[in-house]
Nanobody, 114 residues
Framework: QVQLEESGGGLVQPGGSLRLSCAASGSSGHMGILGWYRQAPGKDRELVAVMTSGNGIKYSDSVKGRFTISRGSAANSVYLQMNSLKPEDTAVYFC????????WGQGTQVTVSS
């Protein structure tokens, strides 16, 4: 069974940076899609950034130019470098993977506040 483990969330001041990491285990194949979604209190879960196996990348308009998604050196791992963080980036961030089905991590809290 595929499991996704996230790390790297926390509290940061506006303008600061954080890096989220996610590693998938339990799969013998390479994930077709790896990425990140987020959910703020009272809002729907939304796409932040995703990367396909062909290295196609999609970002939400709200994070373009500030966040960077990249694959880790380990198979089925992904990072999200978040720079110039804003209070509106505060949310629970979920790692997402797709390989013959969708998989979600349990989420890591990111809080941007002074």
């Amino acid at each position: 069974q595929v499991q996704l483990e996230e790390s790297g969330g926390g509290l940061v001041q506006p303008g600061g940076s954080l890096r989220l990491s996610c590693a998938a285990s339990g799969s013998s194949g390479h994930m077709g899609i790896l990425g990140w979604y987020r959910q703020a209190p009272g809002k729907d879960r939304e796409l932040v950034a995703v990367m396909t196996s062909g290295n196609g990348i999609k970002y939400s308009d709200s994070v373009k130019g500030r966040f960077t998604i990249s694959r880790g050196s380990a198979a089925n791992s992904v990072y999200l470098q978040m720079n110039s963080l804003k209070p509106e980036d505060t949310a629970v961030y979920f790692c997402y993977a797709f390989l013959m089905g969708s998989y979600w991590g349990q989420g890591t809290q990111v809080t941007v506040s002074s």
